[in-house]
């Protein structure tokens, strides 16, 4: 067991931290595409939803189909994952579409008929839509479709106050320097949640027409492989070969926004020969590596609260990191609600965890060793003979896996309230089952039931989501709040329609220029 993160939990006696998961915040992003019949929707954003542009809970994503449903930053676990359920629930009655559960989307046979999402004729809306277009020029819209949940988590500034006086350091310094250090251990152990909570082995054909890889044919209309976890986090997902050299390492703060800027403001060769317009019309934002921070693709981010029209980057910059957006989720296709309450206080407690281990510095050897760990655990994460590389050498997954949950065992101590210490034992059995059976990974099970049952991923998915639907909607939840919230944003939004404005050449121009 590691030295560093047993002294460093007895060092949180002397600061008086007993209870992490109260000092800590947290909030959700869900994402699902809107569904009949195993089609993508191509009706427009439902009007009872709100605004998607002014909406601050029901938004969209790339496609206007693409549904995303956010939190409050909330200090209470529980409430956070009851807020996300009422969202859900509130949507759910508000259409006669289904919620397709799973991160991976049903058959599309011709992806340009994905409706790209739409945020109206304002400079802001126009800029929202262009980024996305420029998304599909880049990558596909096939690949924009995938969903899955995203968790922002933030520790309270009461838990670094004594720790930073203590360490002699300012409390901005502090924490920028110790959220980097999460964000290393979050990368250099990610696997551990792909393989843990991956819920996307198998793809339907068409998701792959025209796409390099060695997925197997499972029936007529699906591949796979039979012992991938999360392809959704593979290269037929969210993983960009255009960035596949940026290598960022997070090593501090400065360094990490040094990386980040050079993506925003170095031109990709290709993209340079697409351009920004195809006759008058614009294609994408510009020719960089990525059009905005947004574009960067990785497990974790550190990020804080922007301002309209702020830069995140120059938020970093100015004020420090906030909190840290971990993206390697994919929804529980079993849970009606994408993620569950053991799933939320392991992936904290996982946090809290990547935050007291020992940390170094991530050279671009051991970088290269986390992006290939990262990808053979997606495309073969339950072989039971797969092994690992780490800076101090191999490993296997199984062990591996099982001395961080062992590890992690320890936190019990720091988690004050009786009722998240339960969920916490409980979750931690339920993980370390799932390392001794892989059978018992959704991965797993998802692969077990489809091949059992005859079905293709789109009539078992489809099925699912019919079911999940007919549960919610027998609860009778109050979400007034959220219809109030919904007429608000589209009053918001005519008010932004009616604005004057700048010509949208200049607003783009000097959006894009206003990196520092």
Same mark, same amino acid.
């Given at each position: 067991?590691?030295?560093?993160?047993?002294?460093?939990?007895?060092?949180?006696?002397?600061?008086?931290?007993?209870?992490?998961?109260?000092?800590?915040?947290?909030?959700?992003?869900?994402?699902?595409?809107?569904?009949?019949?195993?089609?993508?929707?191509?009706?427009?954003?439902?009007?009872?939803?709100?605004?998607?542009?002014?909406?601050?809970?029901?938004?969209?994503?790339?496609?206007?189909?693409?549904?995303?449903?956010?939190?409050?930053?909330?200090?209470?676990?529980?409430?956070?994952?009851?807020?996300?359920?009422?969202?859900?629930?509130?949507?759910?009655?508000?259409?006669?579409?289904?919620?397709?559960?799973?991160?991976?989307?049903?058959?599309?046979?011709?992806?340009?008929?994905?409706?790209?999402?739409?945020?109206?004729?304002?400079?802001?809306?126009?800029?929202?839509?262009?980024?996305?277009?420029?998304?599909?020029?880049?990558?596909?819209?096939?690949?924009?479709?995938?969903?899955?949940?995203?968790?922002?988590?933030?520790?309270?500034?009461?838990?670094?106050?004594?720790?930073?006086?203590?360490?002699?350091?300012?409390?901005?310094?502090?924490?920028?320097? $110790?959220?980097?250090?999460?964000?290393?251990?979050?990368?250099?152990?990610?696997?551990?949640?792909?393989?843990?909570?991956?819920?996307?082995?198998?793809?339907?054909?068409?998701?792959?027409?025209?796409?390099?890889?060695?997925?197997?044919?499972?029936?007529?209309?699906?591949?796979?492989?039979?012992?991938?976890?999360?392809?959704?986090?593979?290269?037929?997902?969210?993983?960009? $070969?255009?960035?596949?050299?940026? %290598?960022?390492?997070?090593?501090?703060?400065?360094?990490?926004?040094?990386?980040?800027?050079?993506?925003?403001?170095?031109?990709?060769?290709?993209?340079?020969?697409?351009?920004?317009?195809?006759?008058?019309?614009?294609?994408?934002?510009?020719?960089?590596?990525?059009?905005?921070?947004?574009?960067?693709?990785?497990?974790?981010?550190?990020?804080?609260?922007?301002?309209?029209?702020?830069?995140?980057? %120059?938020?970093?910059?100015?004020?420090?990191?906030?909190?840290?957006?971990?993206?390697?989720?994919?929804? %529980?296709?079993?849970?009606?609600?994408?993620?569950?309450?053991?799933?939320?206080?392991?992936?904290?407690?996982?946090?809290?965890?990547?935050?007291?281990?020992?940390?170094?510095?991530?050279?671009?050897?051991?970088?290269?060793?986390?992006?290939?760990?990262?990808?053979?655990?997606?495309?073969?994460?339950?072989?039971? %003979?797969?092994?690992?590389?780490?800076?101090?050498?191999?490993?296997?997954?199984?062990?591996?896996?099982?001395?961080?949950?062992?590890?992690?065992?320890?936190?019990?101590?720091?988690?004050?309230?009786?009722?998240? $210490?339960?969920?916490?034992?409980?979750?931690?059995?339920?993980?370390?089952?799932?390392?001794?059976?892989?059978?018992?990974?959704?991965?797993?099970?998802?692969?077990?039931?489809?091949?059992?049952?005859?079905?293709?991923?789109?009539?078992?998915?489809?099925?699912?989501?019919?079911?999940?639907?007919?549960?919610?909607?027998?609860?009778?939840?109050?979400?007034?709040?959220?219809?109030?919230?919904?007429?608000?944003?589209?009053?918001?939004?005519?008010?932004?329609?009616?604005?004057?404005?700048?010509?949208?050449?200049?607003?783009?121009?000097?959006?894009?220029?206003?990196?520092?």
């Amino acid at each position: 067991m590691s030295n560093e993160f047993l002294n460093s939990l007895e060092n949180l006696d002397l600061l008086n931290v007993s209870d992490f998961i109260k000092l800590s915040r947290r909030g959700i992003e869900k994402e699902n595409l809107r569904s009949s019949n195993c089609s993508i929707s191509m009706d427009p954003h439902p009007k009872a939803y709100g605004s998607s542009l002014t909406n601050s809970r029901i938004t969209t994503d790339f496609s206007e189909a693409l549904i995303e449903l956010v939190t409050s930053p909330n200090g209470d676990l529980n409430s956070c994952l009851r807020e996300l359920e009422d969202i859900v629930y509130f949507c759910l009655k508000n259409t006669n579409e289904d919620f397709w559960p799973a991160s991976i989307p049903m058959s599309i046979e011709d992806e340009s008929e994905i409706p790209i999402a739409d945020y109206g004729q304002s400079n802001s809306g126009k800029l929202k839509k262009l980024y996305r277009i420029g998304l599909s020029q880049r990558y596909g819209s096939m690949m924009q479709t995938v969903s899955g949940i995203h968790y922002n988590f933030s520790f309270d500034d009461h838990l670094f106050q004594e720790w930073a006086k203590r360490e002699g350091q300012t409390l901005r310094d502090f924490k920028d320097k $110790k959220y980097l250090s999460l964000v290393r251990n979050f990368r250099r152990n990610a696997w551990l949640i792909t393989y843990l909570f991956g819920c996307s082995p198998i793809v339907p054909k068409a998701f792959a027409t025209e796409r390099e890889h060695n997925l197997k044919e499972l029936n007529s209309k699906d591949l796979y492989l039979e012992n991938a976890t999360c392809l959704r986090m593979g290269e037929l997902g969210y993983i960009s $070969k255009s960035q596949d050299n940026l %290598n960022i390492a997070y090593n501090n703060l400065s360094e990490y926004l040094a990386d980040l800027k050079k993506a925003l403001t170095t031109d990709h060769p290709r993209y340079k020969a697409l351009g920004t317009k195809d006759d008058e019309e614009y294609i994408q934002l510009n020719t960089a590596i990525i059009q905005i921070e947004n574009e960067y693709y990785s497990s974790i981010r550190p990020k804080r609260i922007v301002g309209s029209g702020e830069r995140p980057i %120059n938020a970093l910059r100015e004020k420090g990191i906030e909190y840290v957006e971990i993206r390697a989720l994919d929804n %529980n296709i079993y849970d009606p609600y994408g993620i569950s309450d053991e799933t939320a206080i392991f992936l904290e407690s996982f946090l809290f965890y990547c935050l007291l281990s020992e940390d170094q510095p991530c050279e671009q050897d051991e970088i290269k060793k986390i992006q290939s760990n990262w990808g053979n655990v997606v495309l073969f994460g339950r072989d039971k %003979n797969l092994k690992l590389d780490f800076k101090d050498g191999s490993a296997f997954l199984r062990d591996q896996a099982a001395r961080i949950i062992n590890e992690m065992a320890n936190l019990e101590t720091r988690i004050g309230n009786q009722e998240y $210490k339960a969920i916490f034992k409980r979750s931690l059995e339920t993980q370390q089952n799932k390392v001794n059976n892989s059978d018992k990974t959704p991965s797993g099970k998802l692969l077990e039931e489809i091949t059992s049952s005859g079905m293709t991923w789109d009539e078992y998915t489809d099925q699912l989501a019919k079911n999940h639907k007919e549960e919610i909607l027998k609860l009778n939840r109050e979400v007034g709040y959220l219809e109030k919230q919904a007429r608000d944003s589209l009053e918001e939004y005519r008010r932004k329609e009616s604005e004057e404005e700048k010509d949208f050449d200049s607003f783009l121009a000097e959006y894009l220029s206003a990196i520092e």
